[in-house]
């Protein structure tokens, strides 16, 4: 399909707008010109003087060369270097010189009387053979006209040329604010974005590279947040792996140093190190799988079960755990048979976080409170702990609560945090099963540490 908007059109239009000014002004020029022209003649003696220099002019010429009346090529060369002028001579009433005739010998054979007329200016010329009176028209106005119309065409160009030189100058300044911007996105500048001027060639570029600019920034940030979520994911699933890596050193610590007391016990902690070690390898294989697939994009398949199912095992060993660092706890939990949904691989990695939180800010004095908590919609269990003044423990790495909160949130279940100088409690709240799905997750003055 053409394009009745291109350059080419563009500047057809910017002809012919540049030839409408000029016609405009010559108009107005050549009306204004002949006002001032016929005012200047009309109401100022100057066609008098002009005739009267013509006049002594002519004398002066007669005087100079000893011109007689009836020598009419010495009038004639004279008449011929006056552009625009009619003159005749007579005497006596009788025409014996006009300057329209190049022979004057035909006007002396004509015995002719002419009359005077008072409305004209006659002049008495000293010829070398006597007196005559001379008569000189001239047609000042013509040769005024003559300069203006110069003038006015001289005018009206330079009106065409500046029209027509702006019109190409906007296009060139357009040109340089492209290449000035085209150099901003060879720099790497994509934020910058490129001007959109107009539906013609130049405007169709500019559009193409502004729309290859957004491209490339999407790009750019799609693989940024990518990279980022990457981070994240190693991030905390190295996280998640230092709990139960320490869990299995502590056993198989306890295990070297025999310090089991029966040997159901040693074989309860071969157990537990079996289940660590399998853990563990849980962990490194999602790694690896989500290296693959980012975490955003994995599925995940709830399962329902009852809260007691759900954490029954996992709750009984960290707390198991806990005890054996010197930790104490204050139970408020009453199971109820009622479902939850859940991602099981998720329950251990909870308890992980929680567990590493503790440790490095529980106070160890003081006991460790665990509540069970219902609503209509969700099933819930709260951790609460009295915060150490142990200021070796205070720098965190800003992991745990991340984890915990997008596992909640993958599971459709919410996480509520509260921290003050002294306490810090977290609420883990599962969706019930005959309620559907949703998600979310709030924090309410959150420092986070984990």
Request: glycine share 6%; net charge negative; charged share 25%.
């Amino acid at each position: 399909m053409r394009n009745y908007s291109g350059m080419g059109l563009r500047f057809i239009r910017l002809l012919l707008i540049a030839a409408l000014c000029s016609f405009l002004m010559m108009g107005f020029l050549h009306y204004g010109g002949n006002i001032v022209i016929g005012e200047l003649l009309e109401k100022t003696d100057f066609q008098a003087k002009r005739t009267e220099n013509r006049v002594n002019a002519f004398q002066s010429y007669v005087k100079k060369n000893n011109v007689a009346l009836t020598d009419g090529d010495a009038l004639l060369s004279w008449c011929n270097n006056q552009p625009l002028v009619l003159m005749e001579v007579y005497r006596n009433n009788k025409l014996m010189f006009n300057s329209k005739y190049s022979e004057s010998d035909e006007l002396y054979s004509k015995d002719i009387d002419v009359t005077y007329y008072d409305w004209y200016s006659y002049y008495t010329v000293h010829f070398a053979d006597g007196d005559a009176e001379l008569l000189i028209y001239s047609d000042e106005i013509y040769l005024f006209q003559t300069w203006a119309t110069i003038a006015e065409v001289a005018t009206c160009a330079v009106v065409f040329l500046t029209v027509f030189l702006r019109g190409v100058r906007k296009v060139a300044s357009y040109i340089c604010v492209l290449s000035s911007e085209i150099l901003a996105l060879e720099g790497g500048d994509l934020d910058h974005s490129i001007t959109v001027c107009g539906k013609d060639e130049l405007g169709m570029l500019a559009q193409g590279l502004d729309s290859m600019r957004k491209a490339f920034l999407e790009q750019r940030n799609t693989e940024a947040a990518s990279f980022q979520a990457n981070q994240s994911l190693i991030t905390g699933m190295s996280h998640d792996l230092r709990t139960p890596l320490t869990k299995l050193m502590l056993y198989t610590e306890i295990l070297r140093s025999g310090k089991y007391q029966s040997e159901a016990q040693l074989k309860e902690y071969l157990t537990r190190i079996d289940e660590k070690a399998g853990q563990i390898k849980q962990l490194s294989d999602n790694i690896f799988q989500y290296s693959m697939m980012p975490m955003e994009n994995a599925v995940t398949v709830l399962s329902s079960l009852s809260l007691k199912e759900a954490f029954r095992d996992s709750l009984s060993e960290m707390i198991g755990y806990l005890s054996q660092k010197g930790y104490r706890f204050d139970f408020v939990l009453d199971w109820v048979d009622e479902q939850i949904f859940v991602y099981e691989p998720f329950i251990k990695r909870l308890l992980d976080n929680l567990t590493s939180n503790i440790e490095k800010y529980a106070d160890l004095s003081m006991p460790v409170r665990i509540e069970l908590l219902l609503n209509e919609k969700y099933i819930g269990l709260s951790f609460q702990n009295v915060v150490t003044t142990d200021s070796a423990k205070q720098d965190g790495t800003n992991i745990g609560l991340t984890n915990i909160n997008s596992m909640m949130n993958k599971m459709n279940g919410t996480c509520h945090v509260e921290q003050t100088a002294v306490s810090f409690k977290i609420e883990l709240w599962f969706l019930r099963a005959d309620k559907g799905k949703t998600g979310g997750c709030e924090k309410e003055s959150i420092t986070e540490k984990i």
